[in-house]
């Protein structure tokens, strides 16, 4: 049961580059969902989606591109990388929008911007 | 607007008890989750509360309030392995990303002690 993986674990990379951060869930889960956690701040919403080819945005998604053209894959693009984009991000998935259903998260790409 | 607030840190001795407690101000309310974090981990469910009361899974509870928007994380004999981050999410209709977006507090770090 691989559930949800993510790759690369650890990246470095230089401002204004493009990173493309990998996320994959085996469940069929409908709803996924990137965030980033910095200190001092919470986990916080970048972009989400319900559905293969439907995403919208949450909390902080300026700087950052979804796609979701299969089920399974939703990477986050990082079109050109500043420093302050420097974070741990996560992504996560949860079997549909009902109220109660939990999020499950991946182990999370650690990504540094020089 | 939402705010989520947790103590920063708590210390406990193995054995003991110890209750964490998430403070809520949200526009709206559709359940709170509670997570569990190990240091460079992915956080992991532990529990789901929306109606008031307390929900008990083993060694851990979870207790909710909606009037007061107040909730706590009952963790009962502590061992070393509970040493983590816990965290607080709401889950708001009114934010940003609708009922999809869970807002997270900035989570407590727990260290248990011999």
């Known amino acids: 049961d691989a559930g949800i993986t993510q790759s690369p674990r650890y990246k470095i990379t230089e401002t204004g580059r493009q990173v493309t951060l990998m996320c994959h869930q085996t469940?069929?889960?409908?709803?996924m969902f990137w965030y980033r956690q910095d200190l001092g701040h919470g986990l916080r919403l970048i972009y989400y989606?319900?559905?293969?080819?439907?995403?919208d945005k949450g909390e902080v998604p300026d700087g950052y591109v979804v796609s979701r053209s299969k089920t399974e894959n939703f990477p986050l693009t990082l079109e050109s990388a500043t420093r302050s984009q420097t974070s741990v991000y996560f992504c996560?998935?949860?079997?549909?929008?009902?109220?109660?259903?939990?999020?499950?998260f991946g182990d999370g790409t650690r990504l540094s911007i020089l | 607007g939402q705010n989520i607030d947790q103590p920063t840190e708590m210390t406990a001795t193995e054995g003991a008890i110890v209750q964490i407690n998430c403070t809520y101000q949200?526009?709206?309310?559709?359940?709170l989750f509670w997570y569990q974090q190990h240091a460079g981990e992915a956080p992991t469910f532990l529990s789901y509360?929306?109606?008031?009361g307390l929900e008990e899974k083993g060694r851990f509870s979870s207790f909710l309030s909606r009037s007061k928007g107040y909730s706590y994380l009952l963790l009962k004999e502590l061992q070393m392995k509970d040493s983590a981050s816990y965290l607080c999410?709401?889950?708001?209709?009114?934010?940003?990303?609708?009922?999809?977006?869970?807002?997270f507090g900035k989570g407590t770090k727990l260290s248990v002690i011999p």
């Open positions: 996560a998935s949860s079997v549909s929008g009902e109220q109660n259903q939990p999020q499950h």
């Open positions: 469940w069929s889960h409908s709803y």
């Open positions: 989606s319900a559905a293969a080819d439907i995403t």
């Open positions: 949200t526009s709206g309310f559709n359940g």
């Open positions: 509360n929306v109606l008031d």
């Open positions: 999410a709401v889950r708001d209709p009114y934010s940003g990303a609708g009922s999809y977006q869970l807002t």
